[in-house]
């Protein structure tokens, strides 16, 4: 599609912000992103459950990628305490990891429209424009922008300051390991697979997902798996989310900066409570991480010529498997909605928002009612086993 004389800035470079830019690009607008990390992205989340909307995000923007886009398990099994299978359910998912979705979209959108270390600090809108600050004094300005700026989101904080992510009582710990680093029977049970390990207010699952430089080859592929544990957020998680220099993180302490001692109670924790295999998989992890569980939900995603997306404006919890979905979907309906209205911002943005808001709601509740009957069956406490 040709060029439109239509200028969008993206507040935040990772997953939404570049499914917003990709695709606003398919339909001929001028896009640049804005990231304020300095650094490259890497991956802090690990895997993802491959959705419809990410592949039709895809394909839509024309990235490029290699087919599938991830691997590829055929069933779900559920554990016993002593480590055999409780129950098998045939269920063929895509699974797929932050790092090669970024990758390919980040290889497609031009380097010298994404523009890192560039933190906002205001907005103004004048009713045919906006315009974007930033802390090092510069401005841009354009006929749109879009707040794709994650949890901590500068632009809501701006336009909704009473609404911020709410702790959910649990955190989730997580880890990487590579398909060679865990003994051939565990590995076995776990390879090309979804294996879950439930117990009192808690549980553990795994997949395999793409390895190093996104390799889909096996034995090149990394186990990814993802524990969910329950703490005090007085008297626990401020503990938790104090990294080993000393500082106390928002929402999440990424891979090799989890404090000593709270890395050492996790793994005796695992020792006591897990299922063998489950064992074998947290003590093979080098860098654990740990992110806490949150809460969002916004009465309003769409301000003018300014709108909220992706975890920006709902944060559905993850056992939904609908962060990365839904960021895809954001983006997929505003497009819809901009060539709908013949590129009118607002006009666009009022038809586009009232669906949007509502799919965020009902994930949320969705992932709340999981969360609850995971988690808090037995009171709010953890279970020894």
């Known amino acids: 599609?040709?060029?439109?004389?239509?200028?969008?800035?993206v507040i935040g470079g990772s997953l939404a912000g570049l499914f917003a830019g990709t695709l606003l690009r398919s339909i001929g607008w001028q896009v640049d992103i804005y990231e304020r990390s300095p650094h490259t992205l890497d991956s802090r989340?690990?895997?993802?459950?491959?959705?419809?909307?990410?592949?039709?995000?895809?394909?839509?923007?024309?990235?490029?990628?290699?087919?599938?886009?991830?691997?590829?398990?055929?069933?779900?099994?559920?554990?016993?305490?002593?480590?055999?299978?409780?129950?098998?359910?045939?269920?063929?998912?895509?699974?797929?990891?932050?790092?090669?979705?970024?990758?390919?979209?980040?290889?497609?959108?031009?380097?010298?429209?994404?523009?890192?270390?560039?933190?906002?600090?205001?907005?103004?809108?004048?009713?045919?424009?906006?315009?974007a600050i930033f802390a090092d004094r510069s401005r841009e300005t354009g006929d749109f922008l879009v707040g794709a700026d994650g949890p901590t989101s500068t632009i809501r904080h701006l336009l909704l300051p009473d609404y911020t992510p709410q702790y959910a009582g649990y955190v989730a710990y997580r880890g990487l390991v590579d398909e060679g680093e865990l003994d051939s029977a565990t590995a076995k049970l776990f390879?090309?697979?979804?294996?879950?390990?439930?117990?009192?207010?808690s549980h553990i699952l795994q997949y395999l997902i793409p390895g190093e430089?996104?390799?889909?080859?096996?034995?090149?592929?990394?186990?990814n798996w993802v524990w969910y544990v329950n703490y005090d957020e007085t008297t626990e998680l401020p503990d938790i989310l104090t990294d080993k220099n000393g500082q106390r993180r928002d929402y999440s302490i990424a891979p090799g900066t989890i404090d000593p001692t709270v890395?050492?109670?996790?793994?005796?924790?695992?020792?006591?409570?897990l299922a063998p295999p489950f064992?074998?998989?947290?003590?093979?992890?080098?860098e654990p991480f740990v992110q806490a569980i949150l809460d969002l939900s916004v009465p309003q995603m769409a301000f003018d010529r300014i709108t909220l997306i992706g975890d920006a404006a709902f944060i559905p919890r993850p056992h939904t498997a609908a962060s990365t979905a839904k960021a895809a979907a954001d983006a997929i309906a505003l497009v819809d909605a901009l060539v709908d209205y013949n590129h009118d911002v607002p006009k666009a943005l009022e038809a586009w928002f009232g669906d949007r808001l509502a799919l965020g709601i009902q994930l949320c509740k969705s992932g709340q009612a999981l969360g609850e009957r995971s988690q808090f069956m037995y009171g709010k406490g953890r279970s020894e086993g």
């Open 1 to 9: 599609m040709g060029s439109i004389d239509k200028r969008a800035i």
């Open 45 to 131: 989340g690990g895997g993802i459950v491959l959705q419809p909307d990410v592949v039709e995000a895809f394909q839509r923007a024309g990235v490029a990628y290699e087919a599938p886009l991830g691997v590829v398990a055929h069933e779900r099994y559920y554990l016993n305490r002593d480590g055999s299978i409780a129950q098998r359910m045939p269920m063929r998912q895509t699974l797929t990891s932050w790092n090669l979705l970024y990758g390919s979209m980040r290889r497609h959108f031009p380097a010298e429209h994404y523009h890192q270390g560039k933190h906002l600090t205001e907005i103004q809108q004048d009713g045919t424009k906006v315009t």
């Open 191 to 201: 390879a090309e697979r979804f294996v879950f390990d439930q117990f009192p207010n």
């Open 213 to 223: 430089n996104e390799s889909l080859i096996p034995g090149e592929r990394r186990f």
């Open 263 to 273: 890395e050492q109670a996790m793994r005796s924790y695992a020792d006591r409570v």
């Open 279 to 286: 064992q074998k998989l947290v003590a093979a992890t080098q």
